[in-house]
């Protein structure tokens, strides 16, 4: 279970996570995390978030971010909100680390998921920020704070999260594994 104050590392990029508050703390209504990316250029697909807006501030460096098809910037003191049920990402193009404040709201268990996914990266199960496809299909189905591809049509997402995500679970995937966050869903 994320913890506040707790730093995830990813040990291939050097990019940290610190927890500020946790779902737990917040009863739910947020999550909110202290980032640092030194790595440089997308490392996620462009997603949706159903349930959640992302509010980003920040503190030093450049951070870029795509909304409404656009990409745009902001540095130190500048926010921006990237609202859920729109497509967007975020990223570092800067050669000099981006650190920004990040709160997600409702925070529902999405920092389970963060401290999930840099434990998989750490072992080298998720690359290039993709999780295989089995995977994905089992954390999209059975997360509560779930998010699509941009790319995507969400209907035909939906057809694959809900038909082969109890298949990939049968042979034990799950959203959440103990090894990571010390509960599993």
Known sequence: MPTKGQILLDNFTGDTIEF?????????????LKVTLKSK????????????????KVLSGRMTYLRDGE???????????LPK????????TSDEPAVF????????????FI????GMINDCKVKEGKLPFLQAM???????????LAAIPMGLQ????????PIARMFGYRAIYKKYTGIEK
């Open 20 to 32: 500020i508050e946790t779902s737990s703390d917040t009863n739910g209504e947020r999550v909110t």
């Open 158 to 165: 939906n057809v694959l999260i809900n038909t082969i995500g």
């Open 138 to 148: 089992v954390t999209a189905r059975y997360l509560e704070s779930p998010s699509r």
């Open 115 to 118: 401290e999930n996914l840099f």
């Open 41 to 56: 250029g997308q490392t996620v697909d462009d997603h949706i978030h159903i349930l959640q807006d992302e509010t980003f």
């Open 85 to 92: 049920k729109k497509p967007h990402n975020h990223y570092n």
């Open 71 to 81: 990409k745009n910037y902001i540095s130190a003191g500048e926010e921006v909100v």
């Open 101 to 112: 404040i990040q709160t997600i709201t409702p925070g529902i268990d999405v920092d389970l």
